[in-house]
């Protein structure tokens, strides 16, 4: 018989007291608990490997090892099959609008910058990489071989990806973090943390970048002064083509991600209608990029 999330974590044996389980919210591939036992507070995070997203749990534990040995994410303590036990951080999750805060942006910046520069000091052994346009290539594998009711739009969707492919070079490659959404910032009024290293590999920088701006809906001059503060110099009309291609790419790449999910996901959330907004989003920024 399968054990209870709230049963997997009394048996772990590595408690000091009795136990205060409570479920928190958010998290579109995992389930996540806080556990109180008297003597401290932890976050324990259940996911298996998800192949058809091309999750490794054993990569997301290596990435979160090294980015707290990096100082930007939180202690992982404890680990077992399909499970993370991490420090609890008593913070505030970032929400859209305070991305868009000039104050926040600016203090995000080289968080993400030392993620880029400083996890690949700390991580041990192999470590994957996230070439975006290969998992859009694959996800429409994926959705071919499970019937998907997509599959009159893959063609286009796979022709818009060449095109963006083309345009986002030459490339530069970094340790993304590769899923930048609001949700995994977290302010504990000192400093900013960055957590949920899923997706976590080598990358293009203009990856993340395209990425937080397409997830927050940053307006155009907070595009300028992110990609301006990133590389510590006045924007080029060539970067600002190579990071919209990019930014289109995340945005594909999120559609495709939840047309898979319909599909494949067990988690109850509304991909459907997920599905819908990013395409409309992606639509709408693809017709901007063949403006520029």
């Not at 399968?2 to 997997?8: A, C, F, I, L």
């Not at 943390?193 to 899923?198: A, G, N, Q, R, T």
């Amino acid at each position: 018989m399968m054990q209870s999330p709230e049963d997997r974590i009394r048996s772990l044996g590595i408690w000091s007291g009795p136990l205060k389980i409570e479920p928190l919210s958010g998290g579109m591939t995992n389930r996540n608990y806080r556990v109180r036992d008297g003597a401290r507070t932890v976050a324990v995070r259940f996911g298996e490997d998800i192949p058809v997203h091309m999750i490794s749990r054993a990569n997301e534990r290596a990435a979160g090892e090294a980015a707290h040995a990096a100082g930007i994410s939180p202690a992982i303590i404890h680990h077992a099959p399909g499970l993370l036990v991490m420090d609890y951080i008593e913070a505030r999750t970032f929400a859209p609008e305070d991305i868009n805060d000039p104050a926040n942006l600016s203090r995000i910046i080289p968080l993400i910058r030392r993620c880029h520069t400083e996890i690949p000091k700390y991580f041990r052994g192999p470590a994957m990489i996230f070439w975006v346009f290969q998992v859009i290539r694959d996800y429409a594998n994926t959705l071919v071989e499970g019937g998907s009711p997509y599959l009159p739009e893959l063609e286009m969707l796979l022709g818009r990806a060449e095109q963006l492919e083309a345009a986002a070079g030459p490339y530069t490659i970094a340790f993304g973090h590769n899923d930048l959404l609001a949700a995994n910032f977290m302010d504990d009024g000192k400093r900013l943390w960055l957590i949920d290293w899923d997706y976590a590999g080598f990358n293009s920088p203009l990856f993340d970048l395209g990425g937080l701006a397409s997830n927050n809906s940053l307006p155009v001059a907070k595009e300028h002064m992110l990609l301006e503060a990133y590389f510590e110099q006045p924007l080029s009309d060539m970067v600002w083509r190579r990071y919209q291609a990019m930014k289109c790419a995340s945005l594909l790449r999120e559609t495709m991600w939840s047309m898979v999910s319909e599909i494949h996901s067990t988690i109850g959330f509304d991909y459907k209608s997920y599905t819908t907004e990013n395409r409309t989003r992606f639509n709408r920024a693809f017709d901007a990029f063949k403006d520029i």
